[in-house]
């Protein structure tokens, strides 16, 4: 189903948006709203929805991803090129390395010759006859001087030549070198442009989808009702009501709920909050699934199906607290979501929650066995006016007589903890669905 992605991916963005957990915090210590819980966020606060990008502000980032993406595809082909460059015999460096290489070589043999010459010519001072005149003692020793001054002028040109060929070497090596790191940072710096180019479409194709395809709209009804109190190891049980209030009947409906324990009062909330530690279990059934079902990540939301104009789904909802749980406070809430056959599709515009006291368990009583039996109907709930209302599933029309929870932006509602029971659970995406959306309509 096509907000099945759309509400993924909000409940990924709900991880990476700490200001939509924080939002709340204020409220967590008393159920009554706060002042200033109504009031527009101080310019030194950080607001959501003022930060939320517009759909030319995306197309801008993704051409500017895909600009620098491209640069890096064409770096990085340089710097291989570069690389392979150094292989040629003709390059500047392997063209140094040869010449360096031959005359080191020639050097060596003029100092291999000389040293022979220098050899020759002391074996020829030893060789002199007794009788040998002063004029030939002193030819031999000229020689031998002759010979050892050019053996060292061979040996300081084979000196410098091999020095030129060791400096030309490391040359051609060090570029080597480089040329790979150059090579090696190229190809990060694609990866990091190719990544930021993806997440710049992902974030735009979101956009588009939410904002533009499914939006917000009072189609899709929720009510909540249920006891104000609720003791740890009992469950509990609560009642959910879908109506289609739309004119024309809606194709696919689903519904989904949470329940949250609220932080108890002075408990700090931040980034590192483990949420998923407040959430309470929580189970439905329905006339079509009369067996109670567990919210999972896998199974987060409840398939009303097709809701007829004007019709209503009752659905029973059954929560158990931890029997060590020690007292507070806790929330259970629920909005509902539609898609039609014809690609047309919608986010309830008003979520439903309800607020409630838990108990700690009597120490003295055993906690009360899990219900098992076919849960009995929904309680009835007012939906302001009209007191008949048809159920879906072709059950008869049912007396309205109980108290709807308030609906909408309710200040006692912790936002942040929606948000994080989305996470978990996979349900209440909408909390950040909207600010998403409003981002579109700014």
């Not at 030939?136 to 300081?156: F, S």
């Not at 249920?226 to 004119?247: C, E, H, I, W």
């Not at 309830?348 to 899990?370: E, Q, R, S, V």
């Amino acid at each position: 189903m096509k907000i099945r992605r759309i509400l993924a991916t909000a409940v990924a963005a709900a991880v990476t948006t700490p200001v939509v957990f924080l939002s709340a915090a204020p409220a967590f210590a008393d159920t009554k709203p706060s002042p200033s819980s109504t009031q527009k966020p101080a310019t030194t606060q950080d607001d959501p929805d003022e930060d939320m990008p517009s759909l030319e502000e995306l197309r801008a980032a993704v051409a500017l991803a895909q600009k620098e993406y491209d640069e890096a595809v064409l770096d990085l082909a340089k710097a291989k090129d570069d690389l392979k460059a150094l292989d040629k015999a003709d390059h500047p460096l392997n063209v140094a390395v040869t010449d360096a290489q031959k005359a080191a070589d020639a050097a060596a043999a003029k100092k291999t010759a000389a040293d022979e010459a220098l050899a020759k010519a002391e074996k020829a001072v030893t060789e002199l006859p007794a009788d040998a005149t002063d004029e030939q003692k002193k030819a031999a020793a000229d020689a031998v001087t002759a010979a050892k001054t050019a053996a060292d002028e061979a040996a300081a040109v084979k000196t410098e030549a091999d020095e030129k060929l060791k400096k030309a070497s490391t040359a051609l090596a060090d570029a080597g070198v480089a040329a790979s790191k150059v090579v090696g940072l190229a190809q990060k710096v694609k990866t990091a442009a190719a990544e930021k180019l993806d997440a710049a479409k992902e974030e735009l194709a979101f956009f588009e989808e939410i904002g533009e395809e499914c939006t917000e709209d009072s189609a899709v009804k929720v009510a909540l009702s249920g006891p104000k109190t609720v003791t740890a190891g009992q469950p509990t049980v609560f009642s959910l009501r879908v109506t289609n209030t739309s004119d024309h009947a809606l194709d696919t409906v689903n519904a989904f709920a949470n329940a949250i324990r609220q932080p108890a009062a002075g408990e700090e909330i931040d980034e590192e909050t483990d949420f998923s530690k407040l959430v309470l279990p929580l189970e439905w059934s329905s006339p079509d699934v009369l067996e109670w079902t567990q919210f999972t990540e896998e199974f987060d939301s409840i398939e009303v199906g097709k809701l007829a104009k004007g019709a209503s789904y009752d659905v029973k909802l059954r929560l158990t607290v931890d029997a060590k749980a020690a007292a507070g406070k806790g929330v259970v809430f629920a909005y509902g979501e539609y898609e039609n056959n014809d690609g047309s599709c919608g986010i309830g515009d008003d979520y439903a929650d309800l607020t409630f006291d838990i108990l700690a368990a009597d120490k003295g009583d055993k906690p009360k066995p899990t219900e098992t039996a076919t849960p009995t109907p929904a309680p009835t709930v007012t939906t302001g006016g009209n007191t008949q209302t048809t159920q879906q599933g072709g059950s008869s029309n049912t007396p309205v007589n109980g108290t709807l929870a308030a609906t909408g932006a309710n200040d006692t509602l912790p936002l942040g903890l929606a948000a994080a029971g989305a996470v978990v659970l996979g349900a209440g995406a909408l909390v950040v669905a909207r600010r998403r959306k409003a981002g579109a309509q700014a």
